[in-house]
């Protein structure tokens, strides 16, 4: 009867261990530390209820584990949050460039005024998107961080760059 109990614990380590051992290849160095801390309290449990350790030895190997995912967790919201602040950095940078061009299209004419409302439509655009990108950061989970966080700061960049370029005289 003890080792059918045993059973159900030792399958949800062995597939927590199996997701951070995914999760470990597609990580930056701080969160790669932290998931192979995680991965490594795991197997101590693990290994702990394999050898037949005592209840309070087993207990104290899982608040280790807890302790590890703690701070993998604080590691991976603060990476999140510098993110979100980037992007919001980016989104008042477009604000302000789209009121200084729109101030800027009350004294323009003809060919200035038409490249202007080109520059205002490109900026709203851009908006649009950095907004989209803050959106997709609040549905991130960890498991998906490594690649959405690559994929928000390759078009972060993008948008940067195009918003950088566009001068107005």
Do not use: H
């Not at 190997?61 to 995912?69: H, P, S, T």
Request: net charge positive.
């Amino acid at each position: 009867m003890k080792k059918s109990t045993r059973a159900i614990p030792l399958l949800t380590i062995g597939l927590r261990i199996a997701f951070l051992g995914t999760f470990l290849c597609s990580c930056d160095s701080k969160m790669e530390n932290k998931a192979e801390k995680i991965d490594k309290a795991n197997q101590k449990v693990l290994n702990a209820q394999v050898d037949g350790a005592t209840k309070t030895e087993v207990m104290d190997k899982q608040a280790d584990l807890e302790k590890a995912r703690k701070s993998f967790n604080k590691t991976w919201d603060a990476d999140r949050d510098n993110m979100r602040k980037e992007l919001n950095a980016e989104i008042e940078d477009i604000d302000q460039k789209t009121a200084r061009y729109e101030r800027t299209m009350k004294a323009a004419s003809g060919t200035d005024k038409a490249s202007v409302t080109t520059a205002i439509s490109t900026l709203k655009k851009e908006r649009i998107t950095m907004t989209g990108l803050l959106t997709q950061l609040d549905q991130v989970t960890a498991a998906n961080w490594a690649t959405t966080k690559k994929a928000i700061e390759t078009v972060k960049d993008g948008v940067d760059d195009r918003v950088d370029a566009l001068e107005i005289n």
